[in-house]
């Protein structure tokens, strides 16, 4: 075939063009490790990147979300540790007073302990989560103190009452998953999560049977403490018992939930990177060997332009 | 018989014709690198020849004419892969604009050492990611409702606010810009038809008084090209050589004169269209870049824009529908979350801007610590929206990126195989047209030596000549 002069030089642009812009685009995917970056370099893989990628970040959110929750089940944790200690001394107060031998001033030397332990009751169950500065035991009622009492003259707590409600707040822990650790401070429905101080379910009612028992106890009443006060004060126990079990449910369950997320996390990074990293051994090889076809592309055209019959002609 | 001045005149005849071979070669490697520069060649014929008793004598030669070498079959075919490529050229240019302003590409922060190591830098620029933002700062308000969460989930909609409006600018932008090189392609094509008749004319001319317009024709042929990339014409050549140029069904050129002049109109969109200047008549344009500015932007960019338009649109109604229902802290309610009704106009509601712990996040006015409907609006990341094709929200979005990414992925596709296809005709034509140095070079040689030869001829008729008058003086 017949050759135009120019055609070599339109044919070596067009070569280099092609063989420049593939360079170009190889380096790219080397120093970006990504082998698709914008829509038009592969849409599905883009799209599903997209996909991966929220899911990946919602995977993080369930992951801060569950580090929340396991802060407040700790808070939670601690205040039913010194409610379990409340309650075992009072029980062994109601124990000892029932007993016959016990003076009546004994008696109101222990009415005198449970006031103490009334209003260390009445602190805890006030007690605000130390990250949103909310109050634990309110229900979703949370703007005031959930407990509130009245006293008599000599400062002693005659009556409780509770300002809050028994629903809780619940957050996302995994798709379609959710949880709470919070806990009403009191709940007399017959469902829902079960009340801190008050539950009607398990009969647990801890500070009006405090107040109860400290009454009895003033009033030398050893009958009452010994058959009405000691079998209410183990229906708290008993719910604080719950409480804590439950709470350790939750701790639990948490912990499964945060290993499956990380997992999930994991095999995410791993479709992402199938999707949208570039297979760096297979890209380095292939940008050597653009590299070659441009430097031979360089070479032979150099080679080819530089001859032409005139530098054979006589001068 | 010639005689000796009969030879002469041969000689001198020579001398002028191959002087015109050398004159020929010389323009065309003046023209070796002249786009669209046909190779000429001069024809030589013998003279008639003259009776003599003993059978005809030849009477030497003549240059005869001067003619371009063309493939009108090639050039039909460049024209018309003139329109395809530059329409999917508009296509990608168009596409490509789209796409920085929906600004959603991945960042890699480094190669990854091997395949099995997890990539876990990589991160996307745009909405899709903001989108996502938003649904976890509603999960993280749900899951621990205080001031600085309630910031988050104001500060995180504001980004996909400021997203949105971005994106709708810059599209509108995009449409603005195709809008205006419209216009000035019906410029540059008005401009061509105006040349093309005004060589029309000349070349009628030239052709009349019997020339050949060879170096017209190829200019002429050169703005046919130019106007294919711009549309898709028809053409044909009157007796007299004038082409007449049609485009979609309308003449434009008609022999020596423009009758028709394109010019853009809004149908009353703001997307221009073309149509003739005499009688306003709509032009169906069929190909080049004209025609593919037109269908990126009333295809795949309006499309997009509409999808912006109802993503944004679905996410305030969607929020909103449950925000506007739901307590603030102070048991306030009824207000929005965002405000708008589009990409153009979403906007966090003010009033929240200015006090985040207005956000309407409980169920119930009395109990102010609830966050049950910032875990509802977190879970829109997974509800389905009837509004969008029962897609979610980003599943809906990312469509609407794929959807870009394959309309512009086609269209680089259509301009690499349109570049091969040609570049593969350039150099048939090449081929055929084009001027080869070392061919001019040769045939300059063989010219030189031709015109030396019949110089030598002269010189020997002079002696001739001269001994003929040395004979008498003798």
């Known amino acids: 075939m017949r050759v135009a002069t120019n055609a070599y030089t339109n044919a070596m642009l067009n070569q280099f063009n092609v063989l420049v812009s593939r360079q170009n685009n190889l380096q790219s995917q080397v120093s970006t490790g990504l082998r698709i970056q914008t829509p038009a370099d592969d849409p599905t893989a883009m799209q599903n990147t997209l996909s991966y990628l929220a899911n990946q970040s919602t995977q993080a959110q369930y992951s801060a979300n569950i580090g929340t929750l396991q802060t407040r089940a700790t808070s939670v944790d601690s205040v039913l540790q010194s409610l379990q200690t409340i309650s075992s001394r009072a029980g062994e107060i109601a124990t000892s007073a029932g007993g016959a031998t016990t003076s009546q001033s004994d008696l109101t030397n222990y009415a005198d302990e449970i006031n103490s332990l009334i209003n260390q009751v009445v602190n805890a169950a006030n007690t605000k989560d130390p990250s949103t500065g909310k109050y634990l035991f309110g229900g979703t009622a949370s703007g005031a103190a959930p407990f509130t009492t009245t006293t008599d003259a000599s400062g002693n707590v005659t009556a409780v009452t509770y300002n809050g409600n028994s629903t809780v707040n619940q957050a996302q822990i995994g798709a379609g998953m959710t949880a709470s650790a919070d806990v009403p401070g009191a709940n007399t429905g017959s469902t829902g999560a079960r009340g801190l101080i008050t539950d009607s379910q398990s009969g647990a009612d801890f500070l009006n049977h405090l107040i109860t028992l400290r009454n009895d106890l003033n009033a030398g009443n050893a009958t009452a403490v010994t058959n009405t006060d000691s079998a209410n004060l183990q229906k708290d126990e008993n719910n604080i018992a719950y409480q804590v079990a439950n709470n350790g449910v939750l701790q639990n369950k948490l912990t499964a939930a945060a290993a499956f997320v990380t997992s999930n996390s994991q095999n995410l990074s791993q479709m992402i990177s199938n999707t949208s990293s570039a297979d760096l051994m297979n890209t380095m090889v292939q940008l050597s060997q653009t590299q070659t076809s441009y430097q031979a592309a360089l070479q032979s055209g150099s080679k080819i332009m530089s001859l032409s019959l005139l530098n054979y002609l006589p001068a | ?474």
């Open chain 2, 1 to 474: 018989m010639l005689g000796l001045f009969g030879t002469l005149n041969l000689a001198a005849r020579s001398l002028q014709t191959q002087m015109t071979g050398v004159e020929v070669t010389g323009q065309n490697l003046a023209n070796v690198n002249t786009t669209g520069y046909s190779r000429q060649r001069v024809q030589i014929a013998t003279s008639p020849d003259m009776a003599t008793s003993i059978g005809p004598e030849g009477t030497g030669a003549n240059a005869v004419d001067i003619q371009q070498i063309v493939s009108n079959l090639l050039n039909n075919q460049i024209q018309s892969q003139g329109s395809t490529s530059g329409y999917w050229n508009a296509q990608q240019t168009a596409l490509q604009s789209a796409q920085n302003g929906l600004n959603e590409f991945l960042n890699g922060s480094g190669a990854t050492a091997s395949t099995s190591t997890t990539s876990s830098t990589t991160t996307d620029t745009g909405l899709s990611g903001q989108l996502t933002s938003l649904f976890n700062a509603f999960s993280s308000l749900a899951a621990a409702p205080s001031m600085s969460t309630q910031q988050a989930v104001v500060g995180a909609a504001q980004q996909v606010a400021t997203s949105f409006n971005q994106i709708s600018t810059q599209l509108g932008n995009v449409k603005t810009s195709l809008n205006a090189s419209l216009t000035a392609n019906v410029n540059s094509a008005n401009t061509l038809l105006t040349d093309i008749a005004s060589l029309n004319q000349q070349i009628t001319v030239a052709q009349f008084s019997g020339g050949n317009a060879n170096d017209l024709t190829d200019q002429r042929e050169q703005d046919l090209e130019n106007l294919s990339q711009l549309t898709s014409i028809t053409t044909s050549t009157g007796t007299n050589g004038a082409v007449n140029v049609n485009i979609g069904g309308n003449q434009f050129v008609s022999g020596n004169s423009v009758s028709d002049t394109l010019q853009t109109y809004d149908p009353g969109n703001g997307s221009l269209l073309v149509q003739t200047s005499v009688g306003s008549v709509p032009v169906t344009l069929t190909g080049g870049s004209m025609q593919g500015t037109i269908d990126a932007r009333d295809g795949t960019l309006a499309t997009m824009q509409s999808h912006i338009d109802s993503l944004a649109a679905n996410l305030i109604g969607a929020v909103d529908a449950i925000h506007n229902g739901g307590y603030n802290s102070a048991g306030g309610t009824g207000t929005n979350f965002f405000i708008g009704s589009s990409a153009a106009t979403i906007s966090v509601n003010a009033a929240l801007v200015n006090n985040p712990a207005l956000i309407q996040i409980s169920s119930s006015a009395t109990a102010t610590g609830d966050s049950s409907l910032a875990l509802q609006m977190s879970q829109l990341a997974t509800t389905t929206q009837t509004g969008l094709n029962n897609q979610t929200f980003g599943d809906y979005y990312g469509t609407t990126v794929a959807g870009l990414g394959g309309a512009l992925a086609s269209a680089n596709t259509q301009v690499t195989d349109q570049t091969a296809v040609t570049n593969m005709l350039q150099t048939q034509r090449g081929s055929i047209s084009g001027v080869n140095t070392d061919e001019e070079m040769t045939n300059l040689m063989s010219f030189q030596r031709a015109y030396e030869a019949s110089a030598q001829l002269v010189t020997t008729i002079n002696t001739l000549m001269g001994d003929t008058l040395a004979m008498k003086t003798s």
